[in-house]
C-alpha cells in the first residue's frame, strides 16, 4: 500500500477526488438530517435522478452550449494570434490598437451582448461573437508577449547570420512564444466557455437550440432545482474538460523542453 | 567520447603561412579605435595583423577592451576611427568566396526546443542549405565534437560542457575561415574545461582554422594559442605581445612541461604589469 500512497501521480488524482467524495457525502446527509426541501437546496441524488430523467434534453443543450464555445474560442486562437503577430511586427501597429484590445477586454459581455443579438440575426453566430470576444484578450496578451520573450544571446546569433525576418519569425520567435501561447489558451478556453453561457442568458433564446444557460433559466421558471444543478454541473464539467484538454495539448507540445512542462511526464 | 584525431596530415600552405606569410593575413587592424557614444574610449588606436591559421588569444584585466577588439574583428560594431581589412577586402565581401565566420560565445545561445542534431544545422538552415546537403555535414561536426550519441537529445539534458561543444559543431558546420571565441569555457569547471581546450587545440590544427580567443585564464592562453596578445585598460590597448613557440598539435604532455609553466610564469607577470595602475595610459 505504501509505494502506491507515495506515488506522486496516484496522490495527484486521490487526494481531491477524496475531497470531492467527501463534501458530496457531507452534502447529502447534510440535507438528509435537516430534511432540507428539494426546491430549496437540492441534494446530491436529487441531482443525479434529474441528471438521468432530463438526460436527452440536457444533452442537446451541452452540445449547442459546447458548439458555440469551441466556435468561439477557435475564433478567438486565429484572431488572437493573427493580432499578435500584427503586434510585433510593428511598434506602431501595437501602440494605436492595443488600447482597444483592452477596452475590449474590460467591457462586460452581459452589456455589449443585448447590442451585437440586436445587431447580428443569427442567435448562433451573435452568441459566438459574444465568446469569442470575452476569449481574444489573453491569447493577444500572452502570443504577443511570447513573441517578444526572445533569448537575447539567440537573437543576436540569428541577426549575424543574417537571418531574415520570416526565418527568425518562424525559427526563433514562434518556438519561443509557444509557451506563452498555451498559457493563453488555458485562460481563453474557460473564457469562451463563460462567454458563451453569459450570452445565452442575455440572449434567453428558447427552442430547439437553446443551450445549457436556458436549461438553467427555464429550470428557474418552473422552480425545478435540481435540473438547475444538473445543468450547472454539466457546464463546470465542461469546463474542466476544456481545461484538461489544454493542459495535455501543452504537455503534447512542451514536454521535451520547457521547464514548466519538463518532469510532468514521470 | 573523443572523436577529435590528432596527427593529421600537414596543410602545406599553413606551412609557407608558418614560414614566410605568403598568403594574406586573415584579419589586418589598421589604427583602429573606439569610443563609445558616453565618451568612454574602450580601445586607443590599434595596429593588429592577424595571421591566415593562427589561433591568437586576448588576454588582460578587465575593460582592457579585448571583446570590443573582437567585436570589431566580428564586425559587430564599427571602429570610430581607423579600419579593418578581412583577407585584404572590406567586411562587404566577407560571404564571399568562402569567407565565412564563425561565433562561439561564454554562453552556448542554443534552441531549448531544438535537438541537437537541429540546433547543429541552424546555420546551415539560416544559408538556405537542404536538410539532405545538410545532414552529413551536421552529423560530422556533431561526431567531431563527440556528441554523436547525443544528436537526439535536447539541450537540457546535456550539461555544461556537452552544450558548449555543441555550440562548437554548430560554429564548425558552415566550414568557416574566421572562428571568433569570446571567453567560451569561461563559465565551465576546470576539467571540462581543460578536456575542451585539448579539443579545440586539435580542430584549429586539423582545419587550420583562423581563430581568435578571450579569455581571463593564463593556463588556457598558453595551452591554446600560438600567439598571446596582452592588453591593458585605459584606454584599451595592446601592452605586450607573446609568441609561444610549441609543436603542434599540442597534447596534455605540454601542460606538465617546464616550458608551459615558463610560459604562464611571464605571462602571468605581464598581465600583473598590465593591471598597474602606472601602466595606465596616463603615465605613458
Same mark, same amino acid.
Given at each position: ?16 477526488l ?12 447534510g440535507c ?64 494605436s490598437l ?16 443585448p447590442?451585437i ?24 496578451s ?27 519569425l518562424?525559427?526563433l ?8 501561447? !498555451? *498559457?493563453?489558451?488555458?485562460?481563453? +478556453?474557460? %473564457? /469562451? &466557455? ?5 450570452? #445565452?442568458?442575455? @440572449?434567453? $433564446?428558447?427552442?430547439r ?11 428557474g ?5 435540481p435540473?438547475?444543478?444538473?445543468a450547472?454541473?454539466?457546464i ?6 476544456? !481545461? *484538461?484538454?489544454?493542459?495535455?495539448? +501543452?504537455? %503534447? /507540445? &512542451? ?5 514548466? #512542462?519538463?518532469? @510532468?511526464? $514521470? | ?29 589598421l ?9 568612454t574610449r ?8 592577424i595571421?591566415?591559421g ?38 562587404a ?13 561564454q ?10 542534431d ?26 567531431r ?5 547525443f ?72 595551452f ?7 592588453m ?53
Amino acid at each position: 500500500m505504501k509505494p502506491l500512497l507515495q506515488s506522486e501521480a496516484f496522490v495527484q488524482i486521490a487526494a481531491p477526488l477524496a475531497v470531492g467524495v467527501i463534501l458530496i457525502g457531507v452534502w447529502e446527509v447534510g440535507c438528509r438530517l435537516a430534511s432540507i426541501p428539494v426546491y430549496l437546496f437540492p441534494k446530491p441524488s436529487d441531482i443525479f435522478a434529474s441528471l438521468i430523467h432530463h438526460g436527452p434534453s440536457l444533452l442537446r443543450a451541452l452540445m449547442v452550449t459546447l458548439r458555440v464555445t469551441l466556435q468561439a474560442f477557435a475564433a478567438a486562437v486565429v484572431i488572437g494570434t493573427l493580432i499578435a503577430f500584427m503586434f510585433v511586427q510593428s511598434r506602431a501597429v501595437e501602440v494605436s490598437l492595443f488600447p482597444y484590445a483592452v477596452l475590449l477586454q474590460v467591457t462586460p459581455v452581459v452589456a455589449i451582448a443585448p447590442l451585437i443579438i440586436i445587431l447580428v440575426k443569427n442567435t448562433q453566430l451573435s452568441l459566438t461573437i459574444c465568446a469569442t470576444l470575452v476569449a481574444l484578450f489573453p491569447i493577444i496578451s500572452n502570443t504577443t508577449l511570447g513573441l517578444r520573450s526572445v533569448d537575447p544571446g539567440l537573437a543576436n546569433y540569428f541577426r549575424m547570420n543574417r537571418a531574415g525576418r520570416l526565418k527568425t519569425l518562424i525559427k526563433l520567435r514562434i518556438p519561443g512564444a509557444l509557451p506563452y501561447f !498555451f *498559457g493563453g489558451l488555458r485562460i481563453s +478556453s474557460g %473564457l /469562451a &466557455l463563460i462567454g458563451a453561457v453569459v450570452a #445565452e442568458f442575455v @440572449a434567453g $433564446t428558447g427552442g430547439r437550440s437553446s443551450g445549457l444557460a436556458y436549461e438553467i433559466l427555464d429550470a428557474g421558471f418552473t422552480l425545478d432545482i435540481p435540473r438547475m444543478f444538473a445543468a450547472l454541473f454539466l457546464i463546470t464539467l465542461t469546463g474542466v474538460g476544456l !481545461f *484538461g484538454a489544454m493542459v495535455v495539448l +501543452s504537455r %503534447l /507540445a &512542451l514536454s521535451n523542453w520547457h521547464e514548466s #512542462e519538463v518532469g @510532468a511526464e $514521470t | 567520447m573523443n572523436a577529435l584525431m590528432p596527427g593529421e596530415p600537414f596543410n602545406e600552405s599553413a606551412d609557407k603561412t608558418a614560414a614566410g606569410g605568403e598568403r594574406p593575413p586573415a584579419v589586418e587592424v589598421l589604427s583602429a579605435e573606439k569610443v563609445f557614444a558616453n565618451g568612454t574610449r574602450a580601445l586607443a588606436p590599434i595596429d593588429l595583423s592577424i595571421a591566415d591559421g593562427e589561433f591568437l588569444t586576448l588576454i588582460g584585466p578587465s575593460g582592457c577592451g579585448k571583446s570590443t577588439l573582437l567585436k570589431l574583428i566580428a564586425n559587430l560594431i564599427e571602429p570610430s576611427d581607423g579600419r579593418l581589412l578581412w583577407w585584404r577586402g572590406e567586411f562587404a565581401q566577407v560571404g564571399q568566396e568562402g569567407r565565412r565566420f564563425a561565433f562561439v560565445f561564454q554562453e552556448p545561445t542554443l534552441m531549448p526546443w531544438a535537438r541537437v542534431d537541429s540546433n547543429v544545422r541552424l546555420p546551415l538552415e539560416l544559408a538556405n542549405i537542404s536538410n539532405a546537403k545538410a545532414a552529413p555535414i551536421v552529423a560530422e561536426a556533431i561526431e567531431r565534437v563527440g556528441l554523436s550519441d547525443f544528436a537526439r537529445h535536447f539541450p537540457r539534458q546535456l550539461s555544461g560542457g556537452m552544450k558548449m561543444r555543441v555550440s562548437i559543431a554548430r560554429a564548425l558546420v558552415t566550414n568557416p575561415n574566421l572562428l571568433l571565441m569570446d571567453e567560451p569555457f569561461g563559465a565551465l569547471d576546470e576539467f571540462t574545461r581543460n578536456r575542451l581546450d585539448a579539443d579545440l587545440v586539435r580542430l584549429w590544427w586539423e582545419r587550420k582554422l583562423t581563430t581568435v580567443f578571450v579569455t581571463h585564464s593564463i593556463y588556457e592562453a598558453v595551452f591554446l594559442s600560438t600567439r598571446i596578445i596582452v592588453m591593458a585598460a585605459n584606454p584599451g590597448r595592446i601592452f605586450r605581445t607573446m609568441t609561444i613557440d610549441q609543436a603542434q598539435p599540442r597534447d596534455e604532455g605540454f601542460r606538465d612541461s617546464p616550458k608551459f609553466a615558463a610560459y604562464c610564469r611571464e605571462l602571468s607577470t605581464w598581465l600583473a604589469e598590465a593591471s598597474l595602475p602606472s601602466a595606465s595610459g596616463a603615465a605613458l
